[in-house]
């Protein structure tokens, strides 16, 4: 069984969450270990060494050691709980390793050949990554540390699935073992979007459709050029005179019987 990476830790029994807060304020990261047919171990980790390990991809998807004193443990990293908004890990679980258990471990994918493909050197599409790691089951002496996926090949519009992908010996896919297979790239045009023309207004859309520049005023209207003096104006009235009341053509009522006549004479007709 090849060892990738070793990392100290202590047995701890105190538990519970006032004792894993006085841990984290000591610069500790409380863990467990499981697995392996045995009983869970609470353990307890150094923060900083554990994060140095952490920035190297490797340390995901490898066995591990854990050495607790005189005693190590063959060991993968099953889960890391992580603090919402500082840098910091909260928890981290661990599972034994045995030589003749297989295990379950999610490994990355590494793409190759993609600008090379026809469908991007010659055919102007873009490369697309659907996934980019898989769940493998195996023996840990066959754990691989990756999985490459050749994309050299791929013409626009064309997709690799998990069924494509070359396995070590020894390695199986736990999708395609539940008979779920599934899309790992492609390679697809790009999207162009297309620009929105700039609104128009309608009274002006509608003045340049009827030949008019501007929102010129009506002929006629009142301050429009050409438009036709107002009545009174016309007739030459003195200013202050008022208007007169045949403007229409009807005869002018005088006052007193013969008003009164007029009206009767309306009511009649």
Known sequence: MKISFELDAEFRDDQGKGASRRLRHLGKVPAILYGGKRDARALVVDHTKLSQLMDNERFFSTILALKVGEQQQAAVLKD????????????????????????????????????????????????????????????????????EVDVSGLEINQVIKLSDLKLPAGVDLVDLLAKRDGPVASIHMPRVEEEEAPAVDEAAAAAAAAGVPGAAPAAGAPGAPGAAPAAGAAAGAAPGAAPAAGAAGAPVAKGGKDAKDAKKGDGKK
Request: net charge positive.
């Open 80 to 147: 890391v709980q992580r603090h919402p908004y500082k840098n910091q890990i909260v928890h981290i679980d661990f599972q034994r390793v045995l030589e003749d258990e297989k295990i379950k471990m999610r490994v990355p994918l590494h793409f190759r050949g993609g600008a090379e493909s026809k469908g991007v050197k010659e055919q102007g599409g873009v490369l697309g990554h659907v996934r980019n790691d898989v769940e493998v089951s195996c023996l840990p002496k066959d754990l691989p540390e990756f999985v």
